[in-house]
């Protein structure tokens, strides 16, 4: 097979169109792909296919190991980006052979998602609301994207791509659209969380906000972005002294759900887990949840 005269950037420009157009891969997982390659490429300086080989990505991936201490999880994820990419080459007749695909995978460590025990949720959406802000709004605001995480589960990109036409508190249920993996799904509202949305909701009718999106900027009439949530999360971790991410809320959210009694099946379907396997791992979180299981022992 001749060697290709088509950069490496121009090749991966190609295929992440095809990843938009057919695939209907969202922007995150387009612009992961972008910044993995980039690394990859500013580090090796290579740029023709017929460059790569499996020596290459072996060095490349050890160094990331062994020196910027990957997890094994970083490792099987970048090793999953670029293996699709040239599994694309391959098809394509730009290379001859995967140089990827018989790199062996680093076993995955077993671990407990980080999380909030019930107390130290309570501690942060009381936080939330009583913070020192200039605007009234904010606290209410800001009250509501703490609760819809922590009562709903919602992920941060699903928070701020939130429209007002997806919270029906009439019904008490919230549509995501599109969620992770390209999935609908429908989630219960609980009392707790509609007070809080609908306290939000009536001081955003007293600004008269008109923005489709369901939380908003402060001053102005625009959606939120991940850097608000961000900011938000910063300052509260300042004001509990807790370390945790926005994430964690979504862990505590199955967490507490769990310790509340709700079966493992309706969680992962709250969740949006595509697997229930990867809702099960909360079961390790809570020692109280864990201790209801001891107590049921026929010979307790």
């Not at 945790?244 to 809320?249: E, G």
Request: net charge positive; with cysteine.
């Amino acid at each position: 097979m001749e060697a290709s005269t088509q950069t490496i950037q121009h090749l991966l420009f190609r295929y992440l169109q095809y990843c938009e157009v057919i695939r209907n891969y969202s922007p995150y997982t387009i612009q992961g792909y972008k910044d993995k390659w980039k690394l990859f490429l500013r580090e090796t300086k290579v740029e023709y296919p017929d460059e790569l080989s499996r020596e290459l990505f072996e060095s490349w991936f050890f160094k990331g190991k062994l020196e910027r201490k990957w997890s094994s999880s970083t490792f099987r994820s970048y090793l999953k980006h670029f293996n699709q990419v040239c599994v694309w080459m391959v098809k394509e007749g730009v290379l001859e052979v995967n140089p990827v695909e018989k790199m062996e995978k680093p076993k995955m460590e077993t671990r407990i998602p980080k999380t909030l025990t019930q107390s130290e949720a309570v501690l942060v959406l009381d936080a939330a609301y009583h913070m020192k802000y200039t605007y009234t709004f904010e606290k209410y605001r800001n009250r509501g994207i703490v609760g819809i995480m922590l009562l709903a589960g919602l992920r941060r990109k699903e928070v701020f791509q939130l429209k007002m036409a997806h919270v029906d508190l009439e019904n008490r249920s919230l549509f995501i659209e599109q969620g992770k993996g390209g999935k609908d799904r429908v989630i219960p509202i609980n009392t707790r969380l509609a007070s809080i949305l609908e306290e939000y909701l009536k001081d955003r009718k007293r600004l008269k906000k008109q923005c489709i999106y369901f939380f908003t900027a402060v001053q102005k009439d625009l959606p939120i972005g991940p850097r608000c949530i961000n900011n938000l999360m910063f300052k509260l971790r300042k004001t509990t002294k807790l370390n945790f991410s926005s994430h964690t809320l979504r862990h505590a959210f199955a967490r507490l759900m769990l310790e509340g009694g709700v079966d493992i099946y309706t969680l992962s379907k709250m969740m949006g887990h595509a697997k229930i396997t990867t809702t099960t791992i909360y079961l390790t979180c809570s020692v109280q949840q864990m201790g209801k299981a001891a107590e049921m022992h026929c010979l307790n």
